[in-house]
């Protein structure tokens, strides 16, 4: 075992650190956070300059081919700055399902603009029964003579606020809940038949209800195999969670960062409140989960490059029941131990709370994420025959 | 020993509920941490005043209801589980027991009349940038001049100030001696020149609270209430009855019963949500901690009504009570989903109770913090125990 970055990957983790300390101040997040994109143009420019919008992509996609721990090094600097970038949902998520899924021709038209910072996706998997689940997809494909008509509904899209070009989940064939059947679709915003309701959600960021009623598709808009679509989303969507918990650790770091700091100049009773032995303990508490949310976050992006499944999804899912939970610990104590002004907009101790409340609802909540984890990881023989094959 | 509320105390109940039920729907409906507006609040509070029913807590020859600790919380009871919004506590709850104590005659003719109709609104001056947990280094001064005090200084936090008319403030009277001994309580109009209300914004996106400047701020001598100096002894004083209220049982018994009809109102794959075993589990784990708070409540108000006063038992019973209103907030949130995710959207997505959900949760965050923190209180009942 080899836990050490590469000088590459040093550089990448050195330039989001530089990014956020020379351009993405608290003001500029607060300038951000009002406008209905949570996005500005000009720092979305700025991403594609640093090469972190081609740095996700395959190679092979027209991407930089990069691997899932340099991404994880791009979130986790991007949490620690509060930045607001629609970074995972755009380039993480959907770029990545194209590089996966796409046919040349559509990689080319999509990952050049992408990478170029001059598109704007979303992938619209979730439905409002689906809980997480990305096999419940009810939203139906039909066969047409030269396409597909699309009927059904889709929940909670991020980033639709801002998609030019939806990335659909819809059956071909299968009922709701099965992996088989599901097909994927490109929608652009302004097809016909196709509404959308974008609003900001809690934390940053922005999310849509689609409606879509007969949109009528040709045959190119499939993306990938028919029927096939069910293994590059959740491919893909492991990505997603992987940089999720990795921008969720960087808020956590910086939480702990500020908290340990308030703690040794806030006086009360004549001494810093860091002087007390409950504060300490519980600075600890956060410390601790600091590390092992590192070690989780750092598996997970290994192995969410990982071709075999069951390995994939444990990590995966493991990552994200448990950080979860220890980044929700670590943003409430972080409040609680700065008292009042913990709880105000003026500080930005607040916003990270929301942020990780918001990271906790998105991707999978634990119960989710543990009951995907228990499926796994709950089958004897399987586990087994799986030891014994390494 | 009998835990069954009385034929009389359960007569009440039905009466209490008739008028819930006919009265809450008349009201605007509060948003997740009540009313957004001084007007809101004050008309439901002027029709419970109608009714006799505002000064709940309070004894009759003072002009309230003169109802034993059982009825107080049956009428708390009834009227979160109609949505009724909480009366704000200040005057109520908080200054009205110290005027009843310490006030003197006129004092207690000129305000408690008004607060029982809900005439006046009253906000709290204690806490200052510095003074937070150690409440007593509080440096607003307040020095005599003739027949006034002159005030200077800063309070923050100040929930409501922007709504009331009046605030009862800890001010420093004294510099010598021991830093409790120097303080006093003084009531202050908030019309008075000199003063300025700026907002403080919370992590609900919501104002709540404010900052409060006092600039040479002239105050009548006789708006001090009982004598100078005497300052620490009424604020510990009111914070036992601040702490006892601060459990909030009745608003997390009707949180726990609006959250199951959320559930059982949200399809899944199979079924609703409510059938879900994981989820019947967490309900399960938030009523036992409810049922356990409810009791020890009810334990410490029959204490109290026997005349002695609440000890460690009011911290234990902040510290619990705010626990469980976080954690219900937070199981609403989480049973949400991303129905939680839509923030400040004013168009339903999926559920407005869960897109609302995080507004209480991250606004509650500031329950183990306000009233004396759950650190703090902890420190009080440390006291009692180890013995140095
Ligand atoms: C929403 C809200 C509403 C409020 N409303 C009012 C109001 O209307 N009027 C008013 O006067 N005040 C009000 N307050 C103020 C409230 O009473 C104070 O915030 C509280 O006393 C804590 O003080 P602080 O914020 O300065 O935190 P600090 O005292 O600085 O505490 C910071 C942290 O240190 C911990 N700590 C401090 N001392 C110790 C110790 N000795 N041992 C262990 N831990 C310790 C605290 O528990 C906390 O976690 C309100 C506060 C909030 C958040």
Same mark, same amino acid.
């Given at each position: 075992?080899? #836990?050490?970055?590469?000088?590459?990957?040093?550089?990448?983790?050195?330039?989001?650190?530089?990014?956020?300390?020379?351009?993405?101040?608290?003001?500029?997040?607060?300038?951000?956070?009002?406008?209905?994109?949570?996005?500005?143009?000009? =720092?979305?420019?700025?991403?594609?300059?640093?090469?972190?919008?081609?740095?996700? /992509?395959?190679?092979?996609?027209?991407?930089?081919?990069?691997?899932?721990?340099?991404?994880?090094?791009?979130?986790?600097?991007?949490?620690?700055?509060?930045?607001?970038?629609?970074?995972?949902?755009?380039?993480?998520?959907?770029?990545?399902?194209?590089?996966?899924?796409?046919?040349?021709?559509?990689?080319?038209?999509?990952?050049?603009?992408?990478?170029?910072?001059?598109?704007?996706?979303?992938?619209?998997?979730?439905?409002?029964?689906?809980?997480?689940?990305?096999?419940?997809?009810?939203?139906?494909?039909?066969?047409?003579?030269?396409?597909?008509?699309?009927?059904g509904?889709?929940?909670?899209?991020?980033?639709g606020?801002?998609?030019?070009?939806?990335?659909?989940s819809?059956?071909?064939?299968?009922?709701?809940?099965?992996?088989?059947?599901?097909? &994927?679709?490109?929608?652009?915003?302004?097809?016909?038949?196709l509404?959308?309701?974008?609003?900001?959600?809690?934390?940053g960021? =922005?999310?849509?209800e689609?409606?879509?009623?007969?949109?009528?598709?040709?045959?190119?808009?499939?993306?990938?195999?028919?029927?096939?679509?069910?293994?590059?989303?959740?491919?893909?969507?492991?990505?997603?969670?992987?940089?999720?918990?990795?921008?969720?650790?960087? +808020?956590?770091?910086?939480?702990?960062?500020?908290?340990?700091?308030?703690?040794?100049?806030?006086?009360?009773?004549?001494?810093?409140?860091?002087s007390?032995?409950?504060?300490?303990?519980?600075l600890?508490?956060?410390f601790?989960?600091?590390?092992?949310?590192?070690?989780?976050?750092?598996?997970?992006a290994?192995?969410?490059?990982?071709?075999?499944?069951?390995?994939?999804?444990?990590?995966?899912?493991?990552?994200?029941?448990?950080?979860?939970?220890?980044?929700?610990?670590?943003?409430?104590?972080?409040?609680?131990?700065?008292?009042?002004i913990?709880?105000?907009?003026?500080?930005?101790?607040?916003?990270?709370?929301?942020?990780?409340?918001?990271?906790?609802?998105?991707?999978?909540?634990r119960?989710?994420?543990?009951?995907?984890?228990?499926? /796994?990881?709950?089958?004897?023989?399987?586990?087994?025959?799986?030891?014994?094959?390494? | 020993m009998?835990?069954?509320?009385?034929?009389?105390?359960?007569?009440?109940?039905?009466?209490?509920?008739?008028?819930?039920?006919?009265?809450?729907?008349?009201?605007?409906?509060?948003?997740?941490?009540?009313?957004?507006?001084?007007?809101?609040?004050?008309?439901?509070?002027?029709?419970?005043?109608?009714?006799?029913? &505002?000064?709940?807590?309070?004894?009759?020859?003072?002009?309230?209801?003169?109802?034993n600790?059982?009825?107080?919380?049956? #009428?708390?009871?009834?009227?979160?589980?109609?949505?009724? +919004?909480?009366?704000?506590? #200040?005057?109520?709850?908080?200054?009205?027991?110290?005027?009843?104590?310490?006030?003197?005659?006129?004092?207690?003719?000129?305000?408690?009349?008004?607060?029982?109709?809900?005439e006046?609104?009253?906000?709290?001056?204690y806490?200052?940038?510095?003074?937070?947990?150690?409440?007593?280094?509080?440096?607003?001064?307040?020095?005599?001049?003739g027949?006034?005090?002159?005030?200077n200084?800063?309070?923050?936090?100040?929930?409501?100030?922007?709504?009331?008319?009046?605030?009862?403030?800890?001010?420093?009277?004294?510099?010598?001696?021991?830093?409790?001994?120097?303080?006093?309580?003084?009531?202050?109009?908030?019309?008075?020149?000199?003063?300025?209300?700026?907002?403080?914004?919370?992590?609900?996106?919501?104002?709540?609270?404010?900052?409060?400047?006092?600039?040479?701020?002239?105050?009548?001598?006789?708006?001090?209430?009982?004598?100078?100096?005497?300052?620490?002894?009424?604020a510990?004083?009111?914070?036992?009855?601040?702490?006892?209220?601060?459990?909030?049982?009745?608003?997390?018994?009707?949180?726990?019963?609006?959250l199951?009809?959320?559930?059982?109102?949200?399809?899944?794959?199979?079924?609703?949500?409510?059938?879900?075993?994981?989820?019947?589990?967490?309900?399960?784990?938030?009523?036992?901690?409810?049922?356990a708070?409810?009791?020890?409540?009810?334990?410490? &108000?029959?204490?109290?009504a026997?005349?002695?006063?609440?000890?460690?038992?009011?911290?234990? /019973?902040?510290?619990?009570?705010?626990?469980?209103?976080?954690?219900?907030?937070?199981?609403?949130?989480?049973?949400?989903?991303?129905?939680?995710?839509?923030?400040?959207?004013?168009?339903?997505?999926?559920? +407005?109770?869960?897109?609302?959900?995080?507004?209480?949760?991250? #606004?509650?965050?500031?329950?183990?913090?306000?009233?004396?923190?759950?650190?703090?209180?902890?420190?009080?009942? +440390?006291?009692?125990?180890?013995?140095?």
């Amino acid at each position: 075992m080899d #836990f050490s970055l590469s000088s590459e990957q040093e550089m990448i983790r050195d330039s989001v650190n530089r990014f956020v300390e020379k351009d993405y101040s608290f003001d500029k997040y607060l300038d951000t956070v009002k406008t209905d994109a949570q996005m500005q143009p000009k =720092t979305w420019q700025q991403f594609a300059e640093f090469g972190w919008l081609g740095q996700p /992509l395959s190679e092979t996609a027209g991407g930089y081919g990069g691997n899932a721990v340099d991404t994880s090094l791009i979130a986790e600097g991007l949490g620690n700055g509060l930045v607001l970038e629609p970074y995972i949902a755009n380039i993480v998520f959907a770029g990545n399902l194209i590089a996966l899924a796409g046919s040349s021709s559509q990689q080319e038209a999509l990952v050049g603009p992408l990478v170029e910072g001059n598109k704007q996706l979303a992938v619209a998997f979730a439905e409002r029964i689906s809980r997480y689940n990305p096999a419940w997809c009810a939203t139906t494909a039909q066969a047409s003579d030269d396409g597909y008509v699309l009927n059904g509904e889709k929940h909670g899209v991020v980033n639709g606020a801002n998609a030019e070009t939806f990335i659909v989940s819809a059956r071909t064939g299968g009922n709701a809940g099965e992996t088989a059947g599901i097909s &994927l679709f490109l929608v652009d915003a302004n097809t016909p038949g196709l509404t959308i309701r974008s609003y900001k959600t809690l934390g940053g960021g =922005t999310a849509a209800e689609l409606t879509l009623n007969e949109v009528t598709l040709s045959d190119d808009a499939l993306l990938g195999a028919p029927g096939e679509g069910f293994a590059p989303l959740e491919r893909a969507l492991d990505y997603a969670i992987a940089a999720a918990c990795a921008d969720a650790l960087g +808020a956590m770091k910086a939480m702990l960062k500020r908290t340990a700091e308030y703690a040794g100049q806030r006086k009360q009773f004549g001494v810093p409140i860091g002087s007390f032995q409950v504060i300490q303990h519980k600075l600890v508490d956060m410390f601790i989960e600091v590390e092992q949310s590192t070690s989780m976050v750092l598996q997970a992006a290994v192995q969410a490059d990982n071709d075999d499944r069951v390995t994939r999804r444990k990590a995966i899912a493991g990552a994200k029941a448990y950080i979860n939970k220890s980044s929700k610990f670590v943003a409430q104590w972080a409040v609680q131990l700065h008292g009042g002004i913990g709880v105000t907009e003026e500080l930005d101790v607040g916003h990270y709370f929301r942020r990780l409340t918001g990271f906790n609802l998105q991707y999978g909540d634990r119960e989710y994420h543990l009951k995907q984890f228990a499926a /796994l990881s709950c089958d004897i023989e399987a586990n087994a025959e799986q030891r014994a094959a390494a | 020993m009998n835990l069954d509320f009385s034929p009389e105390e359960k007569q009440f109940q039905q009466e209490v509920r008739s008028w819930m039920q006919a009265n809450v729907p008349t009201q605007k409906k509060p948003g997740a941490m009540g009313y957004h507006s001084r007007d809101d609040q004050m008309a439901w509070e002027q029709l419970l005043g109608k009714q006799g029913w &505002l000064a709940s807590n309070w004894p009759t020859e003072f002009g309230g209801p003169g109802w034993n600790a059982t009825e107080q919380h049956i #009428f708390d009871e009834e009227r979160a589980a109609a949505g009724g +919004a909480i009366t704000s506590p #200040f005057g109520l709850t908080m200054l009205a027991p110290v005027l009843m104590k310490f006030g003197s005659p006129a004092q207690q003719e000129r305000f408690l009349p008004k607060i029982a109709k809900c005439e006046e609104l009253w906000c709290q001056g204690y806490s200052e940038p510095g003074a937070g947990s150690d409440l007593a280094s509080l440096k607003t001064a307040a020095i005599r001049d003739g027949n006034e005090y002159v005030v200077n200084g800063q309070k923050i936090w100040t929930t409501q100030g922007h709504w009331a008319d009046w605030i009862f403030c800890l001010v420093r009277t004294d510099n010598e001696g021991r830093k409790q001994q120097g303080i006093s309580f003084l009531l202050i109009d908030m019309k008075t020149p000199g003063i300025e209300v700026r907002p403080i914004h919370t992590i609900d996106g919501e104002h709540h609270l404010n900052e409060v400047f006092f600039t040479d701020v002239r105050v009548p001598a006789e708006n001090l209430v009982g004598e100078e100096g005497q300052g620490w002894t009424i604020a510990k004083y009111l914070l036992s009855h601040e702490r006892t209220c601060i459990a909030g049982v009745a608003g997390s018994k009707a949180g726990i019963e609006g959250l199951k009809k959320l559930l059982a109102n949200t399809p899944t794959e199979t079924g609703t949500r409510l059938d879900d075993p994981t989820v019947r589990q967490r309900i399960a784990e938030l009523e036992v901690d409810l049922m356990a708070l409810e009791f020890t409540n009810f334990r410490t &108000l029959d204490k109290m009504a026997k005349g002695q006063p609440p000890g460690a038992e009011s911290s234990g /019973l902040k510290i619990k009570g705010t626990e469980l209103q976080q954690a219900l907030t937070e199981a609403r949130v989480e049973l949400g989903g991303d129905d939680s995710l839509p923030w400040h959207n004013e168009e339903e997505i999926g559920h +407005a109770e869960y897109n609302n959900a995080s507004l209480a949760y991250n #606004f509650l965050r500031a329950s183990t913090i306000y009233g004396g923190s759950n650190e703090i209180q902890k420190n009080v009942i +440390a006291k009692f125990l180890v013995a140095l």
